[in-house]
């Protein structure tokens, strides 16, 4: 099947290129009208995803001049130096905003902000002492940290301040976190839907990773503009609307659905069917991992499921148009139980259970350590050292 979808895609491209070629202009972007800009604002767009209306704030509406004079008055603090904390910090650093660091004295991530510039007593505080001099509390730490260090937190989260986070795990499942965010404080969310590695990486590159946003309290009246603004600056090119429930359920069931925990679980079943009926190993990765990853998801991402089946044999075609209903049918009650589980907690219940033990890290290493050594995925170390990019 590879080779007839090397040679399909190829075909298919020359012969329809004009036809595929405006399909495609339309299908990797959402269609945008041009009259669809609201009036007046630049940057906002109310766009038409399929069928449904949404307004999406960009960054245009938000230069680096507006964003310096927005926040002159404020001192950004951040705290928690993870994945996120390096991401948004840096970004906002070079945006040239007043930003400092608050983590715990010669941590990790004391160690790592110290290696990226940080300095200690001018821009890099323990938790408390950084709070105590912010204006703005960005909560970048773990989850499981965000509830284990919010009694010594809250007490300093005084009036004039506002709460940030990234994502909406503690105050919505506050009855197991016990986070409780201060009734008088503006509390909002910008949430990137990338690693904080990319925040970082797309700003370098003059591009901004998509974010959404949301308000917990607004007491000033201006918690909406200031969290768009800050998605802004931390980093985002687009944000869209959303509510601090919906960002966590959609979260947490998308990475244990299709993003990690579902596409695993399928690719492992069928990799194991071919295996036991006598496949070898090679034949049963590329089958499975290889030729999804290189060759149709990226077909899938960068112009639609559409034309992915368009690029395909007609054999290929026929029995994908059979099953994806099998599939789906099978699987839906899977996501049914899961989005239950997320949303009545019990997804977090288990994520504060585990990240709280003092040897999480070591426990994590093992689990990692079978998926490592499972065969599928030391098939797949040999296989990507074939790879014409690595020869
Ligand atoms: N990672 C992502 O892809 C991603 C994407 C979007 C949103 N988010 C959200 O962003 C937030 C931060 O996530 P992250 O992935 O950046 O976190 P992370 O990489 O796990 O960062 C952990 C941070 O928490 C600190 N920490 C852990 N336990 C602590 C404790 N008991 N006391 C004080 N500090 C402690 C660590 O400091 P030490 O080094 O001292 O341990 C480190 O600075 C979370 O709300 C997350 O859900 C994450």
Same mark, same amino acid.
């Given at each position: 099947? *590879?080779?007839?979808?090397?040679?399909?895609?190829?075909?298919?491209?020359?012969?329809?290129?004009?036809?595929?070629?405006?399909?495609?202009?339309?299908?990797?972007?959402?269609?945008?009208?041009?009259?669809? &800009?609201?009036?007046?604002?630049?940057?906002?767009?109310?766009?038409?995803?399929?069928?449904?209306?949404?307004?999406?704030?960009?960054?245009?509406?938000?230069?680096?001049?507006?964003?310096?004079?927005?926040? +002159?008055?404020?001192?950004?603090?951040?705290?928690? *130096?993870?994945?996120?904390?390096?991401?948004?910090?840096?970004?906002?650093?070079?945006?040239?905003?007043?930003?400092?660091?608050?983590?715990?004295?010669?941590?990790?991530?004391?160690?790592?902000?110290?290696?990226? =510039?940080?300095?200690?007593?001018?821009?890099?505080?323990?938790?408390?002492?950084?709070?105590?001099?912010?204006?703005?509390?960005?909560?970048?730490?773990?989850?499981?940290?965000?509830?284990?260090?919010?009694?010594?937190?809250?007490?300093?989260?005084?009036?004039?301040?506002?709460?940030?986070?990234?994502?909406?795990?503690?105050?919505?499942?506050?009855?197991?976190?016990?986070?409780?965010?201060?009734?008088?404080?503006? $509390?909002?969310?910008?949430?990137?839907?990338?690693?904080?590695?990319?925040?970082?990486?797309?700003?370098?590159?003059?591009?901004?990773?998509?974010? &959404?946003?949301?308000?917990?309290?607004?007491?000033?009246?201006?918690?909406?503009?200031?969290?768009?603004?800050?998605? $802004?600056?931390?980093?985002?090119?687009?944000?869209?609307?959303?509510?601090?429930?919906?960002?966590?359920?959609?979260?947490? *069931?998308?990475?244990?659905?299709?993003?990690?925990? =579902?596409?695993?679980?399928?690719?492992?079943?069928?990799?194991?069917?071919?295996?036991?009926?006598?496949?070898?190993?090679?034949?049963?990765?590329?089958?499975?991992?290889?030729?999804?990853?290189? &060759?149709? *998801?990226?077909?899938?991402?960068?112009?639609?499921?559409?034309?992915?089946?368009?690029?395909?044999?007609?054999?290929?075609?026929?029995?994908?148009?059979?099953?994806?209903?099998?599939?789906?049918?099978?699987?839906?009650?899977?996501?049914?139980?899961?989005?239950?589980? $997320? +949303?009545? =907690?019990?997804?977090?219940?288990? &994520?504060?259970?585990?990240?709280?033990?003092?040897?999480?890290?070591?426990?994590?290493?093992?689990?990692? +350590?079978?998926?490592?050594?499972?065969?599928?995925?030391?098939?797949?170390?040999?296989?990507?050292?074939?790879?014409?990019?690595?020869?």
């Amino acid at each position: 099947m *590879y080779r007839n979808v090397a040679k399909l895609t190829a075909r298919a491209a020359a012969a329809s290129s004009k036809r595929s070629l405006s399909a495609l202009a339309s299908a990797a972007r959402p269609t945008l009208a041009k009259n669809q &800009s609201v009036a007046g604002v630049r940057g906002i767009k109310k766009i038409n995803f399929g069928g449904v209306e949404e307004l999406v704030h960009e960054r245009a509406d938000w230069p680096r001049e507006k964003l310096l004079e927005y926040f +002159k008055n404020d001192t950004l603090a951040l705290i928690g *130096y993870g994945s996120q904390g390096y991401g948004q910090g840096l970004n906002l650093r070079d945006n040239g905003l007043n930003v400092i660091i608050g983590v715990r004295k010669n941590g990790a991530s004391w160690k790592a902000a110290i290696e990226d =510039g940080w300095v200690p007593g001018e821009n890099l505080f323990d938790v408390s002492e950084a709070i105590n001099k912010g204006t703005i509390v960005m909560n970048l730490l773990s989850d499981a940290a965000q509830s284990e260090t919010w009694p010594s937190v809250a007490p300093l989260l005084t009036e004039g301040k506002t709460l940030y986070f990234s994502h909406g795990f503690s105050p919505v499942f506050s009855n197991l976190t016990n986070v409780v965010p201060p009734k008088n404080i503006d $509390v909002i969310l910008a949430a990137p839907k990338g690693s904080g590695r990319t925040v970082r990486s797309l700003f370098k590159e003059g591009r901004g990773i998509n974010s &959404s946003y949301a308000v917990w309290n607004d007491v000033t009246g201006k918690a909406e503009e200031k969290a768009i603004a800050l998605a $802004v600056a931390v980093g985002s090119g687009y944000v869209y609307e959303t509510t601090f429930e919906k960002e966590v359920n959609s979260d947490l *069931y998308g990475e244990r659905g299709c993003l990690m925990g =579902g596409i695993h679980g399928m690719f492992l079943a069928q990799y194991e069917v071919l295996r036991e009926n006598g496949h070898s190993p090679s034949e049963a990765f590329n089958e499975t991992v290889e030729e999804a990853t290189q &060759s149709l *998801y990226p077909l899938v991402g960068k112009y639609g499921m559409d034309y992915m089946y368009d690029a395909c044999s007609t054999t290929a075609r026929r029995g994908a148009l059979d099953w994806y209903p099998i599939f789906k049918d099978a699987l839906k009650p899977v996501f049914q139980d899961l989005y239950a589980s $997320v +949303k009545d =907690g019990s997804e977090t219940q288990r &994520s504060l259970d585990f990240n709280s033990q003092p040897d999480y890290r070591e426990k994590l290493e093992e689990e990692l +350590k079978v998926i490592r050594a499972m065969e599928i995925w030391q098939v797949g170390k040999e296989v990507r050292k074939l790879r014409p990019e690595n020869n």
